[in-house]
């Protein structure tokens, strides 16, 4: 499972055709995460990513994070 989420951040970091660290720069500068690469990918590795950075990372990639009632 914690590779399916990473592999699906990163998959769509890439769709939206921009680098790791562009998005970590964006991250560093709108919401004053560190600038480090490595630290991000050990966020998305060991799903650590605090559901305010979710937010913040799917915000930055221009992503809503849409809560749907299952049917």
Known sequence: M???IRNEIKSVIVC???TMDEVVNRLAEDYGWSRSVP???CKLSH???RYI???ELAD???YDVI???RR
């Open 2 to 4: 914690n590779l399916d």
């Open 16 to 18: 939206e055709g921009k």
């Open 39 to 41: 630290n991000f990918s």
């Open 47 to 49: 799903v650590s990513l």
């Open 53 to 55: 950075e979710a937010l």
């Open 60 to 62: 930055s990639l221009g």
């Open 67 to 69: 809560w749907k009632k």
